[in-house]
Nanobody, 124 residues
Framework: QVQLVESGGGLVQAGGSLRLSCLASGRTFSSYPMGWFRQAPGKERDFVAHIKWSGGSTYYADSVKGRFTISRDNAKNTVYLQMNSLKPEDTAVYYC?????????????????WGQGTQVTVSS
């Protein structure tokens, strides 16, 4: 069982930066691929980025590529999402998630554990 707790959300002006953190419980955190998703009001939950267990393999949605960076520190049981050059359209609740396998990690259905989410609001 894995429990996930996100933090680091907030209100920021367009062009600013935020770093989200996701702290995981469980001794096997390092073996789980991890992902970040986001959900804006009235919209579906969308894929943002994922990272394999070793941290060497990452993948990003086109909408955030070049602006967001996902990373992980397995010693701290934490995965991060560094968000730069934020835009108003990045406003959403951001969720981290853990998967027990690394198949098709762009789908929300591939993930077994979810955090409660953290709000990110970007003002224009």
């Amino acid at each position: 069982q894995v429990q996930l707790v996100e933090s680091g959300g907030g209100l920021v002006q367009a062009g600013g930066s935020l770093r989200l953190s996701c702290l995981a419980s469980g001794r096997t955190f390092s073996s789980y691929p991890m992902g970040w998703f986001r959900q804006a009001p009235g919209k579906e939950r969308d894929f943002v980025a994922h990272i394999k267990w070793s941290g060497g393999s990452t993948y990003y949605a086109d909408s955030v590529k070049g602006r967001f960076t996902i990373s992980r520190d397995n010693a701290k049981n934490t995965v991060y999402l560094q968000m730069n050059s934020l835009k108003p359209e990045d406003t959403a609740v951001y969720y981290c998630a853990a998967a027990r396998s690394d198949y098709d990690l762009r789908r929300s259905g591939a993930y077994d554990y979810w955090g409660q989410g953290t709000q990110v609001t970007v003002s224009s």
